[in-house]
């Protein structure tokens, strides 16, 4: 995403939008999972009041003190993020994940569409023209957190009931040559240190309004 001082708040945006298809893409696949087992039915409170207040949440989330600027946020977050704005952007979502639930046989192909998808979505609603190393960058990230999900939704939940879960459970991807060259860090680890903490900060909050 090579782009001058005037693109900046397209990118902004476009980086918004996808936190919160992180925040989507995370509510999708634990909803495989509490199909299975009801009692993380709990965690979707977190994320819903996440996403009610999702302005103030990003505000916070990047304040002074917590590893990231707001100068990084669009300058019509409130706006674009209010009541209406957020129905329409999950509207947006659900419509994508309903057209591959009828299209593909199978979860993690699903997942893998809505994902391919929404990312193509956000970047034309923020015209924002996603080269292809960009493009595969956040694919794979986002294959990534999604594996991360899976493990981290697993669990909390009893191994005997593993085998009744329908949630897209993405393949692992082979340790690459690359890995090895760089004494085998892996620069979705670091993903996750800024990414991930949106789905714990969701399982906290559902856990506090009990």
């Given at each position: 995403m090579d782009m001058g001082q005037a693109e900046k708040p397209k990118a902004a945006a476009f980086l918004t939008d996808y936190i919160l298809l992180r925040i989507y893409v995370a509510k999708y696949v634990l909803a495989g999972y509490a199909e299975t087992y009801a009692p993380l039915l709990d965690l979707f409170r977190g994320f819903e009041k996440v996403e009610?207040?999702?302005?103030?949440?990003?505000?916070?989330?990047?304040?002074?003190?917590?590893?990231?600027?707001?100068?990084?946020?669009?300058?019509?977050?409130?706006?674009?993020?209010?009541?209406?704005?957020?129905?329409k952007t999950i509207e947006l979502f659900d419509s994508i994940s309903r057209r591959y639930e009828e299209r593909e046989d199978t979860p993690e192909?699903?997942?893998?569409?809505?994902?391919?998808?929404?990312?193509?979505?956000i970047a034309i609603r923020n015209e924002i023209s996603l080269s292809a190393p960009s493009f595969w960058f956040f694919t794979r990230e986002m294959n990534g957190y999604i594996?991360?999900?899976?493990?981290f939704y697993s669990g909390l939940i009893p191994p005997a009931i593993h085998e009744r879960i329908k949630a897209p459970m993405m393949e692992e991807e082979t340790r690459s040559d690359a890995d090895e060259e760089s004494g085998g860090f892996n620069y979705e680890r670091a993903a996750y240190i800024i990414f991930a903490i949106a789905g714990v900060i969701c399982a906290l909050i559902a856990a506090g309004s009990r």
């Open positions: 009610k207040k999702f302005s103030l949440f990003m505000e916070r989330e990047t304040a002074p003190g917590h590893g990231a600027e707001r100068k990084f946020l669009p300058p019509d977050l409130r706006r674009r993020y209010d009541e209406r704005g957020m129905r192909r699903v997942m893998k569409c809505i994902v391919d998808e929404c990312l193509s979505t594996r991360y999900l899976n493990r």
